[in-house]
T-cell receptor
């Protein structure tokens, strides 16, 4: 079945460590890609999105993601995490020819130790 | 706050009862989505409206589920004859355009006992 895969369920890092969260999707064709973050007790918020153009996308709070079409990947990165980055991170894809159905990965819980 | 608003935030109901949730989207957004999220999973698409028209429904949406958006503004999601498996967070989102960013509400957490 076509899907969005996030390989890491729970990542624990110390402050200032570098972060990379994996996201792979299995849809062919042109897709729109997103990373959302959910801080404890809050709603899902957009971190960044990719529709076209430069495959390296910069988002809020120092996050960036790289779209690698050949690998069907859209990994999220941050060079130096902070305690306040503790949250759940969701990769999402809008498949080709279906602009109504945003498919989410299962999420990665990030815990940053002070 | 001009974001997406959902009511109630929490709902506990007995199995077999009907429940209704409300979503008020961002006012200029013509697209509205309902998702369901269970523990350890990402949101799953349930249904989608463009203005007042319900244009798509997931196979996850059984006959006990119905959604409306009568005037193209707020939306309601009703679950009839609730079952324990309906326990989940129900999320509403809105967006201004096709394929664009969706803005999410804080969700309604349903517990069926």
């Amino acid at each position: 079945a076509q899907s969005v895969s996030q390989h890491n369920h729970h990542v624990i890092l110390s402050e200032a460590a570098s972060l990379e969260l994996g996201c792979n999707y299995s849809y062919g064709g042109t897709v729109n890609l997103f990373w959302y973050v959910q801080y404890p007790g809050q709603h899902l918020q957009l971190l960044l999105k990719y529709f076209s153009g430069d495959p390296l996308v910069k988002g809020i709070k120092g996050f960036e993601a790289e779209f690698i079409k050949s690998k069907f990947s859209f990994n999220l990165r941050k060079p130096s995490v902070q305690w306040s980055d503790t949250a759940e991170y969701f990769c999402a894809v809008i498949p080709p020819l279906n602009n109504n159905d945003m498919r989410f990965g299962a999420g990665t819980r990030l815990t940053v130790k002070p | 706050d001009t974001g997406v608003s959902q009511n109630p935030r929490h709902k506990i109901t007995k199995r077999g009862q009907n429940v209704t949730f409300r979503c008020d989207p961002i006012s200029e957004h013509n697209r509205l989505y309902w998702y369901r999220q269970t523990l350890g999973q990402g949101p799953e698409f349930l249904t989608y409206f463009q203005n007042e028209a319900q244009l798509e429904k997931s196979r996850l949406l059984s006959d006990r589920f119905s959604a409306e958006r009568p005037k193209g503004s707020f939306s309601t999601l009703e679950i009839q004859r609730t079952e324990q498996g309906d326990s989940a967070m129900y999320l509403c989102a809105s967006s201004p355009s096709t394929g664009g960013e969706a803005f999410f509400g804080q969700g309604t957490r349903l517990t069926v006992v």
